[in-house]
């Protein structure tokens, strides 16, 4: 008798690694704590890059939890955390979500993971080194507008009350902060990439 349910869609009790949780601590004993996640979802309700996340945090932990291990590794949640720590500040059990997914990240490179083709990842990454690259260090403006450039072209109309109301209230600063010396930084891109 047929569920309804496509095949490809079956995830079979034998595909599950029970002892996945075990295995993320045993690379960093704060992936232990997502035993004790009570899944209220607050972490991916702070999360500010949760609506490019394929899963999100919540997610990611359930996922773990149930041995999931070729869905978590494949996914780009643990590529675009930014680390910023916003669901450890407001997670009840105070779980230490962004270092759990540095040790994802981690993992699924080890493994030879990689996020969908549809990921972000890569322009988020390449925005963020274009960044660091020019100044030194990050001004978040200009990575997110760098960012929005290279995934959505000129859809940018849609932010722009957004932008303007931040503007307006002081809350969206287009100085761009550099450090003193962006030359070395500018030679250690440049040494990286002969190596390549």
Same mark, same amino acid.
């Given at each position: 008798m047929s569920s309804g349910v496509p095949e490809e869609d079956v995830v079979r009790e034998s595909e599950l690694e029970k002892g996945f949780v075990d295995k993320l601590a045993s690379i960093d004993s704060s992936a232990s704590k997502i035993r004790e996640c009570i899944q209220c979802g607050l972490c991916s309700a702070t999360c500010p890059l949760s609506n490019y996340m394929d899963h999100t945090p919540r997610e990611i932990i359930n996922l773990t939890r149930g041995g999931f291990k070729n869905e978590v590794l494949s996914s780009n949640t643990p590529w675009l955390c930014a680390s910023c720590y916003s669901c450890l500040v407001d997670c009840p059990q105070k779980i230490e979500i962004s270092e759990v997914m540095y040790v994802l990240k981690r993992l699924s490179a080890e493994e030879g993971y990689t996020p969908g083709i549809d990921s972000p990842t890569p322009?988020?990454?390449?925005?963020?080194? $274009?960044?660091?690259?020019?100044?030194?260090?990050? $001004?978040?403006?200009?990575?997110?507008?760098?960012? +929005?450039?290279?995934?959505?072209?000129?859809?940018?109309? +849609?932010?722009?009350? *957004?932008?303007?109301?931040?503007?307006?209230?002081?809350?969206?600063?287009?100085?761009?902060? $550099? *450090?003193?010396?962006?030359?070395? *930084? +500018? +030679? *250690?891109?440049d040494s990286l990439e002969d190596k390549s």
């Open positions: 322009s988020l990454l390449n925005a963020f080194v $274009s960044e660091v690259r020019r100044n030194g260090r990050v $001004s978040e403006p200009h990575f997110l507008l760098g960012f +929005k450039l290279r995934r959505q072209g000129f859809a940018l109309e +849609k932010l722009m009350p *957004i932008g303007l109301s931040l503007l307006r209230n002081g809350r969206l600063n287009f100085e761009i902060e $550099s *450090i003193e010396s962006t030359e070395d *930084i +500018k +030679k *250690i891109f």
